[in-house]
Structures are given as structure tokens and as C-alpha cells.
């Protein structure tokens, strides 16, 4: 029968294992502790990161604001001039000023919705935001953090934002504090060892010690030519460059899959 | 008598090699496990089976990454199971997706709730806002050269050639355009005081004071040049519901500021957060109501052809719609008391 539970959430600044991406080993970690025992940790973005995504994010909306506005007002104007008219026209603002204006103001707050608490910067940046029960975000939490940006973006460039990044355990700014999410690198898509390969590694290195040296050779070399090195390597190659403990290593190598 | 047979163990390395190999051969769960997750991650699921396997599939991912760390932790493999795990995890965890149940919801019941439990909060925001609306009254009848504080010199000269600000004004903008910058800037004011209550509900006080005493000055400014009837009547029709909405963001901003001066749920950061997240809710039926207020502002408001009592039934007739809309009287239970942990079905842990 299921039970309930509410899960248990700590951010721990302990240093991480080593991950795949170039980040610094001393990236904090969000710690969740799931209902099956099993911890998960989600490495949690910097203020480097949040940067990097942002000035992205910026010059993309920053080009849709500027070619909607350039583009709206020569159709408007009938001529080449991006020049407002003198009198307040309201095709003026619902074609040209509104649209624009919309497209720069409302660009985190759509995206963010459609997306899953990604956008264009983000995903380069290779960052997204996280509930922290390691979630996606909920609609109201995402509305919130976007709301507070009025908050960071004090008083220029969003200064409040970048200290309280800088300050505080988990990187974030004060609309995250109010939405309760942070930002989380993406994990990078693991291909799966082969797991045939890796079986029959199993099989022979259970039977190592009872093999003589010449079969053991042989059926290692045999192996190793056909899923081992990536596929690259001969079978007189390894043969001739490889010990007995070499082999026995490279086959333990093929049975945890390569090392990340 | 014979001794007893102690079972023989295998080798603990034997063990392991045979444990991995065991281990490896679930990879096809594995993929379908992640495959399933990632679908269900954009969709729904297509029944009820499919869903429970979900469940099925996150306890298996988490069951083969513990063993893939302890005999494997620093493979491929143990990477891919992390990867999976956490998807399924966020796919498991994820809110359900019924936009129209979540806006109905929101609408009928949790605004109104968030209403309830911010009552203390809007008296005392809508004090304030009085208080200071009086203070610059008397501030400006009694000192009328303070009125250059709170208003621009062309809107002082503008009063003193005898005439408000807002006539003909619809002769230079059209409706619309006045209706959109007002109700823009109105929204973002609101927003504003909402936000500014992180500083300790300090930046909430700034912004209601300042707008209170703004208003109190200009209408004894005003009244010192036989305008304040003609500012009444322009403001009546949507200043009711405007300047109940000042009040209302302000108590919203006021609620963030409480608790993060005396946290309610112990923790001050998770206390400013239930907080915000809270009395957000409120911020949502406080820009739907501006929109209308800016419309009545840019279409209703500036025309002179418009009679005194049907501005005042206009006026109290969107105000009478707010409190429908927001029912503050209403009965039930308030988020206060309400149970506020999440609970989820979850899937029992491995066996």
C-alpha cells in the first residue's frame, strides 16, 4: 500500500564528485533525500552560470525587441524612419510600442512557463531551474521569482540580484528565496556501456584464476578487440602490447563501462 | 556429534563480479525506465498502468543506482542510473497539468482564502494609506507651499490657471493609449509594493505612505482652488477599486515583511517564502482588477459628459463587483490553519 510522506530537503555546500562538465569540484550540491532511501544531489549553478545565461537570454530579447520595433515601425511609418508619431496613435501602440515591449519584459516569464523553468540562455548555460524537492518549478513559483526581479534588478544591472547570488549558500537571488526554486545544471545525457560486452568481461574474470594463461589470453584479446579500446583496436595489437594484468585490468575497465 | 557446515561464501570479489553482471543485464529496464519518464515528462499518461509503472520504474532506478554505487561508482553505468533517477524524479514529482481546474481553484478558493487570512494585514495597510492621505492633506492646507513635494510644477500651474489636469486631456491621447499606460503603471506600483515588503515590509510602508500623501496633497491643493469636486468626480468611477487595490498589494507587501520580521513557520527564509508565494496569489486578482480600473480611467473618467451619479454608481458598482469577486467575508478556512505540507502518494521502498 503507498504511504505518505513529505520529503525531507537540505542544501549541503559539501564538495561534489567529479562531473562530466567542466565545473569546479567545489560545486554545492542540493541534497534530496527520496522516499526509496536513495539520496540524489543536484549540482547547484553559480552565480558565473546564472550570469552567462542571463546576458544570453538578454541579447536574444534585447534582437526580438529591436527587430519587431524596426521592422513594425517602417510598416507603420511607410517610409525609413523608426521615428514615434507625434500624435499618440493607438495602432501605434498596440502594433509597434506593445508587442515589443512585451516581447523584452514578459520574455523570462513566458519561457519560463513553456519551457519548464528553461530558456533559450539557460539551456546553453546548461542550467535550469528546480523546485527544491527537485521538481520543476510550479506555475506560481516561477510568476513569483519573475515578480522579485523588480527586487533584484535594483539599482542597476541587477545588483541586489548578483550579491544576494554571491552571499548566499545556494546562489540564489531574492526571487528564488521568495519562489523557493534555485538553479540546477542539466545532468549531460550518459550512453549506456555495452552491456553485453560488459557481461561477458564478467564471465571470464570470474573464471580468471581456473583459466590457463594461454586461453585466459586469448578469450580477453578476443574481447577486448570486439568491444573494448571503442572498438578502434586489432586483436594483434592488443596481443602484442598487453600483459596478463593489463588484460585482467582492461576487462574490469569494460565491466563497470568507462569511467565519466 | 558433527560440527556444523558453515555454508562456503564466494570470494567477496567473485561476489561483486557476479553482482554486476546481474546488475548489468537490467539495462533494458533501465532504458525503457528513462524512455517512459522522458514521455511522461511532456505528457500525460495514457492510463492508469502506465502511470503506476512510472512508479514501478523509479523504484527500480533507485534500487539498481544504490547497487551501481556501491560496485560501480565511478562508471558509466552509475552516471546513467543518476541521470534516469533524477528524471524519473522530477517527472514523479511533477504538478499535475490541469490548467482549467488550477484557474478555477485559484479564482473561487485560494484567492478568496488568501483574502481571509490577509484581513488583518489590509486593516492595517488601509490605515496607513488614510492616515498618511490625511497627514498630506493637513500638510498641504496648512503649509500650501509643501504641494511642490508631491506635484510636478506643470500640474501646480495647470491647478492654478483653474483647471484639473485631466480635462481634454482625452483631446491629446486617445482612450487607449491612456487606458494602456495607466493601468501598466498602476500594475507595476502594485507589484512594486508587493516586492518591497522583502525589506522588512519597510519599502511596503515607503510606498503606500508615499502615494497617501501624494493623494491627500493634491485634493487640499486642490480644494484651495475650488478643484477638489471636480477631482472627486473624476477620480470616483475607478479610484474605488484603485486605491482598494493599493491597499490590498500593500498588505500583500506587509504579509512578506511579517515574516521575515517574526517567521511563522520557524525558518525565516521558508517563512518569507510561504509568505510570498501566499500572498502572491492576491497580486494575480489585483492586476485583473487594475486592467478594469484603467480602462474606466482612460475611457470613462476623463469625460466631461459624463453625470456625477452615474460615475458614483459606476464607481461603487466596480467596487461592490471587487468584494463579490474576492468574497473577504466568506466563511472557511483561512491557509493559516490550513494544512500546508504537501503530501504525495509514493511508492513504497524497494524491497
Known sequence: MPSTRSTRRRCSPRKSKPLPATRSRATPELLLDSVTGVDLALPVAGAGARCYAFVIDWLIRAILFAAWYGVAALIYNGRWSLAAPLNPDPRWFVFVVAPAAGTYFLYHIVLELALHGRTPGKRVAGIHIVARDGSSPKVGALLTRNVFRLVDSLPLFYGVGLVATLVTKDHIRIGDMAAGTLLAYERADVALPNAAGAEIASDLLSRWSALTLDTRRQLAVEILSRYGYGGTATTESIESTATDAALRAQLEQLTRGPAG | ?351
Not at chain 2, 518591497?196 to 503606500?208: D, K, M, N, R, S
Open chain 2, 1 to 351: 556429534m558433527t560440527r556444523a557446515q558453515t555454508p562456503t561464501r564466494p570470494p567477496a570479489d567473485s561476489r561483486d563480479q557476479a553482482l554486476r553482471a546481474a546488475l548489468l543485464q537490467r539495462t533494458g529496464q533501465w532504458q525503457s525506465a528513462a524512455a517512459r519518464s522522458e514521455r511522461l515528462s511532456r505528457e500525460r499518461a495514457s492510463n492508469l498502468a502506465d502511470a503506476a509503472q512510472m512508479a514501478d520504474d523509479y523504484r527500480l532506478l533507485a534500487h539498481d543506482l544504490a547497487r551501481a554505487r556501491r560496485l560501480m561508482p565511478d562508471s558509466r553505468v552509475r552516471q546513467y542510473l543518476e541521470s534516469a533517477y533524477l528524471r524519473a524524479h522530477a517527472t514523479l514529482y511533477r504538478e499535475a497539468n490541469r490548467p482549467v481546474e488550477a484557474l478555477l481553484s485559484l479564482f473561487r478558493d485560494e484567492i478568496p482564502a488568501v483574502v481571509r487570512w490577509l484581513r488583518p494585514h489590509i486593516i492595517w495597510a488601509t490605515a496607513i494609506f488614510v492616515l498618511t492621505v490625511g497627514a498630506g492633506y493637513w500638510m498641504v492646507h496648512t503649509y500650501p507651499d509643501l504641494i511642490s513635494l508631491f506635484a510636478s510644477p506643470d500640474l501646480i500651474a495647470t491647478v492654478q490657471r483653474g483647471q484639473l489636469w485631466t480635462e481634454g486631456i482625452l483631446n491629446i491621447v486617445p482612450s487607449s493609449v491612456l487606458s494602456l499606460q495607466i493601468l501598466t503603471n498602476n500594475i507595476v506600483v502594485s507589484l512594486f509594493a508587493y516586492c518591497a515588503g522583502f525589506v522588512f515590509g519597510l519599502g511596503t510602508l515607503y510606498i503606500l505612505g508615499l502615494n497617501g500623501l501624494m493623494l491627500g496633497a493634491v485634493f487640499a491643493f486642490t480644494g484651495q482652488h475650488g478643484l477638489d469636486g471636480a477631482l472627486f468626480r473624476f477620480i470616483v468611477p475607478h479610484g474605488c477599486v484603485e486605491l482598494s487595490v493599493m491597499c490590498l498589494s500593500g498588505a500583500a507587501g506587509a504579509a512578506v515583511g511579517e515574516a521575515l520580521i517574526r517567521p511563522a513557520q520557524g525558518d525565516r527564509m521558508k517563512s518569507f517564502q510561504v509568505a510570498a508565494l501566499r500572498s502572491g496569489k492576491l497580486l494575480i486578482a489585483c492586476a485583473l482588477l487594475l486592467v478594469g480600473s484603467g480602462i474606466i480611467e482612460g475611457y470613462l473618467s476623463p469625460r466631461a459628459d459624463i453625470a456625477p451619479w452615474l460615475r458614483l454608481a459606476v464607481g461603487i458598482g466596480y467596487w461592490l463587483a471587487m468584494i463579490a469577486f474576492l468574497r473577504p467575508f466568506a466563511s472557511g478556512v483561512t491557509p493559516r490553519t490550513a494544512s500546508t505540507a504537501s503530501s504525495r502518494v509514493t511508492p513504497a521502498a524497494p524491497q
